[in-house]
């Protein structure tokens, strides 16, 4: 149905627009309102009034005079103003007549807690997208549908029908959810991390995860913003708003839900079978500063350590414990997790040597538990003076009722308040800690983190994370320059051979000398030319995987030799083939894209042949990159070895293949969306260069 939308009253409120005014409102209406006991109009309207919210409250019910001990209103149109945000709780059946009335009265920010579901019917616009549409259009903010709201804890406003208990001091964690369960569970986490906003965003019909974090950024009570996100429906603006908070010193934590591979199996390129769309996730994360974490411990733990108004001037991590097994503990998780240990300094080690008790060793982990002194505050005090550590972490359980864990606790806040770098408690048994001094602890900016292997990945994030990078934009100023050689191949089909060597070759990207034959004194005749020893290869674009076919030919060393080839190769794979100079010496790569439904072209670098068939040794990222960028990647590969003269082996062309990576990412950056997949599958590199044996673009859809 179409709405015309009348322009009623307004309301001005400076900052970021509505969706400052849906999170920060100064008045609430709440759309089905209600006295009956348990419904959800009732509760919605019980939180919001209880929990010490300041601003104006008007329940909208025309069957009530009175809701809640407050004055009850017929309609929107009834209140003494237009309140900045309305409250939806009614069923999905009346939510569209209820919106529609509500924007023309000019609502500009609104919550939507139901799914905005109702049967289809064929032919018909989802309602989703009715509501969606009338939001664009009227410029309005929309919290959900599918939502359990928001809680504003600095102003006191429980925006939810069944929100945990709020405490009574507001954080600096901010917090946006796709999921409604976590975000219950985060919110009323008993440890001590507190936020300023927790937001259950729902199906972001209007106000989109980059919205949020927008917001959430700009306040001042921010140091970090958590994302529990299912997917990014405008990755662009999200990326954008990540760079912005980076700006401001916030860091951007996520955790990725659906990370599965599944759907990579109809990959038609290798490459695209090991990118997989987690990695291309990763990668993501990785090229724009956002901390991405594995599990909700690790999530938890690293936005509790960015909670502290401490942050790093180093990225060494210093450990105290009071436990000679906890040290080997952590000594063998950090080693798993991949998070490296500080070797201290002479100095500090001489310092720790001289007050340890005999026989302990001044390593980091420090044991500092030797024949019963606690020399806890001594030992963190002299690893804070180590100028390359960033942080200092006293490892004990903080264990709930122990006299000596309210000693550790005292200690700990101590030397707190005599040294300048951050600090924090690291439970290694985290069901035993004691709520009420991990409390008293966060509130003296003191982080408690709960396990051993989320605080060590935490620890981690916490001194290594860098202000994002601007994001790129793609460059598509030459979109006809290939435009000649995609008319022959539909949507998921191959290009011909002979059309992607010619893109290969207007893009300057190296290739092993070739030509192309369609008959046997062709393809001999093409040998000669190019030089033996030759490979001959089937050019027939719908055989993807030439080898598999008997497409392929190797060694070819004389002209009886080549014309062999031919025939065998034409008798069971057609006439066209592909003649080009064989060379064997090097180390197999393969290099290629896919396109990643959120975040468009991705690439995947990895060393080929049984590397890839066996291990899925491969790095996958964003393009585009630099030549010096592109070696960083290539260092990152478990065989990178066998290109830097292994066991007395050539050392390939670094520069060389570096170099190609760079121009193949600007070019899948430029004219990628053409294809879903690409494929330079193998890349020859040694110490005379890289060069593309074989490749395979597969058309976009």
């Known amino acids: 149905m179409d709405h015309l939308l009348v322009v009623g009253r307004s309301t001005n409120q400076s900052g970021l627009g509505n969706v400052q005014?849906?999170?920060?409102?100064?008045?609430?209406?709440?759309?089905?309102?209600?006295?009956?006991?348990?419904?959800?109009?009732?509760?919605?309207?019980?939180?919001?009034?209880?929990?010490?919210?300041?601003?104006?409250?008007?329940?909208?019910?025309?069957?009530?005079?009175?809701?809640?001990?407050?004055?009850?209103?017929?309609?929107?149109?009834?209140?003494?103003?237009?309140p900045d945000l309305v409250a939806f709780a009614i069923s999905d059946d009346r939510l569209e007549q209820a919106f529609v009335d509500a924007a023309s009265q000019g609502m500009k920010a609104a919550v939507i807690f139901g799914r905005c579901y109702e049967e289809y019917r064929e032919g018909s616009v989802p309602l989703t997208e009715r509501i969606s549409k009338i939001a664009h259009e009227a410029d309005i903010a929309i919290c959900g549908g599918n939502c359990m709201g928001f809680v504003n804890l600095v102003d006191r406003l429980a925006l939810s029908a069944s929100p945990p208990p709020l405490v009574e001091r507001s954080g600096a964690v901010g917090l946006v959810s796709h999921s409604g369960s976590t975000w219950s569970g985060l919110l009323g986490n008993q440890r001590g991390v507190v936020y300023n906003y927790a937001i259950s965003a729902g199906q972001e019909l209007s106000t989109t995860i980059g919205d949020y974090v927008r917001f959430l950024a700009a306040q001042p009570e921010t140091r970090v913003v958590g994302c529990v996100l299912e997917t990014l429906r405008n990755p662009e603006d999200f990326l954008a708003a990540v760079y912005d908070a980076g700006q401001r010193g916030i860091p951007v934590v996520a955790l990725k839900l659906g990370r599965s591979r599944r759907g990579q199996e109809f990959a038609l390129a290798h490459s695209g079978a090991l990118a997989g769309a987690d990695n291309v996730f990763q990668a993501a994360m990785r090229e724009f500063g956002i901390i991405s974490t594995d599990t909700l411990e690790e999530f938890e733990d690293t936005l509790a350590v960015f909670s502290t108004p401490r942050r790093p001037a180093a990225t060494g991590i210093g450990i105290v414990t009071d436990s000679g097994g906890e040290r080997q503990h952590i000594v063998d998780r950090a080693e798993t997790a991949g998070v490296p240990l500080l070797e201290f300094s002479e100095e500090t080690r001489a310092k720790l040597l001289a007050t340890l008790d005999p026989g302990m060793t001044p390593d980091n982990p420090v044991d500092s538990y030797g024949d019963g002194r606690n020399l806890m505050a001594e030992c963190m005090t002299f690893i804070a003076q180590d100028s390359d550590v960033g942080v200092v972490a006293l490892a004990t359980n903080l264990v709930a009722g122990r006299r000596y864990a309210t000693i550790s606790a005292e200690l700990l806040g101590l030397v707190y308040q005599q040294v300048a770098k951050p600090l924090v408690l690291m439970a290694n048994v985290a069901s035993a800690t004691s709520r009420e001094l991990t409390r008293s602890l966060f509130a003296a900016g003191i982080p408690v983190l709960l396990g051993t292997t989320s605080s060590l990945k935490a620890l981690h994030h916490f001194v290594n994370w860098q202000p994002p990078l601007p994001p790129a934009s793609a460059q598509r100023d030459k979109e006809s320059a290939i435009h000649d050689l995609l008319d022959g191949a539909a949507a998921r089909q191959a290009l011909a051979p002979a059309a992607a060597a010619e893109i290969l070759d207007r893009y300057s990207l190296p290739q092993a000398p070739r030509t192309f034959a369609s008959t046997r004194d062709g393809a001999v005749e093409a040998a000669l030319r190019i030089g033996f020893p030759v490979v001959m290869k089937t050019a027939n674009p719908a055989i993807l995987h030439?080898?598999?076919?008997?497409?392929?030919?190797?060694?070819?060393?004389?002209?009886?030799?080549?014309?062999?080839?031919?025939?065998?190769?034409?008798?069971g794979c057609g006439a066209d083939v592909e003649v080009a100079r064989q060379i064997s010496n090097g180390v197999e790569l393969i290099l290629g894209m896919t396109t990643d439904r959120v975040f468009g072209p991705a690439i995947t670098v990895g060393i080929g042949g049984i590397w890839t068939e066996l291990f899925g040794d491969a790095v996958t990222f964003l393009p585009p990159v630099t030549p010096l960028r592109a070696e960083e990647y290539l260092r990152r590969l478990k065989g990178f070895p066998l290109l830097d003269g292994y066991r007395g082996a050539p050392r390939a062309n670094l520069t060389a293949i570096s170099g190609l990576i760079s121009k193949f990412s600007a070019f899948c950056l430029e004219q990628g969306t053409e294809f879903s997949e690409i494929d330079l599958n193998p890349i020859k590199a040694g110490p005379d260069g890289a060069f593309i044996l074989d490749s395979l673009f597969v058309r976009n859809s």
């Open 21 to 82: 005014r849906l999170m920060k409102p100064r008045s609430v209406a709440v759309v089905g309102a209600s006295e009956r006991e348990g419904s959800f109009g009732q509760r919605l309207l019980r939180a919001i009034v209880s929990n010490g919210y300041a601003g104006a409250v008007y329940p909208i019910n025309p069957r009530y005079s009175e809701v809640g001990g407050l004055p009850a209103y017929a309609s929107l149109g009834a209140t003494p103003e237009l």
């Open 546 to 571: 030439k080898t598999e076919h008997g497409g392929v030919v190797l060694s070819i060393g004389d002209e009886v030799a080549a014309g062999a080839a031919y025939d065998t190769i034409s008798t």
